[in-house]
């Protein structure tokens, strides 16, 4: 069966918790020993299959257990026994079933974009407008509270060919972001440098922080201080004539207007989770683009599996132009959950040809790293 009218069958759940290699630290907070994730699997009846992610950071979006809740009780509802191509009423409702939750939406989404394109035999990229790049410039995040490991890192990065750095400030004190950002322009002068405070910075001493690392000429510096804090943002916009990126100060379409009225950021990052689907993720980087403010592929702690949900909608927003951040899967957890490796060649990101999201995700590892389970066969 090809057509998009096959029902949905199966609405399966994994909660996962999967190992990391290194300790991450960021101005909201810090990663350890693991992240959780929560992983859904559509069925429909012609026997295709259709996966999305939810990667949630708890002092961000929310946790992966609201994640699974939101999922398994509220939204399970409205998909089984619907036809596949009810994609756009069901994304419809679930977003009224359940507030919040974005990363359980983008899940969803995903799932439904992935079962989607399986059965028409085509990529995910190809419903979401057409491929407009081959390839996305790979950007990976400096976070390790111990210095000496991510030098390490940064050995690795050159030789594999990635290009693009983006330094976690904020979390100890500014003495130690300037040592960094010093000796990373010493030691890796051929890098693109970006800095990302996650809101690190308090109100008080951010405008002296900015001004002095904006003399190490950063691509941009990301999300200094809280999210609420727009009137501030926009002062800081104005005082340095590097860009300035909200994050946490955007997740979705709604946020964009009062972002663009203010004048807070001259980019936003655009990430799956945060907007709560492929789509709509797409009309943020649209509506910045609109304003003459750029677009960035962010993720959160995800697996390959929401890096290539991500790379699919990347490829078709040709209005998101600074790269990604699709590393973790490759330099961060200790296993990742898909069949084969997530594409990476020579510090980029490769787009996926194969129907679907173009990878399988590995049943044996869902079933290692799983820590709670609903929709299964007994």
């Not at 939204?75 to 036809?83: A, F, M």
């Not at 009810?86 to 995903?110: F, G, Y």
């Not at 690190?200 to 002296?208: I, R, V």
């Not at 709509?280 to 949900?309: I, N, P």
Request: net charge negative; aromatic share 8%; with cysteine.
């Amino acid at each position: 069966m090809t057509d998009q009218n096959q029902i949905i069958t199966e609405f399966a759940l994994w909660h996962l918790s999967l190992p990391v290699n290194a300790r991450r630290d960021h101005g909201i907070g810090s990663v350890e020993h693991a992240i959780e994730i929560v992983v859904l699997r559509l069925g429909a009846e012609g026997g295709q299959y259709g996966y999305g992610e939810a990667s949630p950071w708890v002092v961000f979006t929310g946790s992966a257990e609201a994640s699974f809740a939101a999922l398994d009780r509220y939204i399970r509802p409205l998909v089984i026994g619907r036809p596949v191509g009810a994609h756009p009423s069901i994304m419809a409702e679930a977003q009224a079933a359940v507030a919040h939750c974005t990363e359980a939406k983008a899940a969803l989404d995903t799932a439904l974009y992935d079962l989607r394109a399986r059965i028409a035999g085509i990529p995910v990229w190809a419903l979401l407008g057409g491929r407009t790049r081959d390839r996305i410039p790979l950007s990976c995040s400096i976070a390790d509270p111990d210095f000496d490991k991510d030098l390490r890192l940064m050995e690795r990065l050159r030789d594999d060919g990635v290009r693009i750095i983006k330094l976690k400030a904020g979390f100890r004190d500014h003495a130690f972001d300037i040592l960094r950002l010093e000796r990373l322009r010493k030691d890796f002068p051929e890098f693109d440098i970006r800095v990302d405070y996650n809101q690190g910075l308090h109100h008080d001493t951010a405008m002296a922080c900015l001004r002095d690392v904006a003399g190490f000429r950063p691509g941009f510096i990301e999300q200094p201080v809280k999210a609420h804090l727009r009137d501030l943002m926009a002062r800081l916009r104005d005082a340095i004539d590097v860009p300035l990126l909200a994050d946490e100060a955007v997740f979705g379409p709604e946020d964009m207007m009062p972002a663009t009225a203010l004048g807070l950021a001259d980019g936003v990052s655009v990430k799956i989770m945060k907007s709560g689907g492929l789509a709509r993720a797409q009309t943020v980087a649209r509506m910045a683009q609109s304003v003459g403010m750029s677009a960035y592929g962010g993720d959160m702690f995800e697996s390959g599996l929401a890096h290539l949900a991500g790379t699919h909608m990347i490829a078709a927003t040709p209005e998101i132009t600074l790269g990604c951040e699709f590393y973790q899967a490759s330099y961060f957890l200790r296993e990742d959950i898909l069949s084969t490796p997530f594409p990476v060649e020579n510090g980029q990101v490769v787009v996926p040809d194969a129907p679907g999201l173009g990878v399988d995700v590995d049943p044996d590892t869902l079933a290692r790293f799983s820590i709670n389970r609903s929709g299964l066969a007994a």
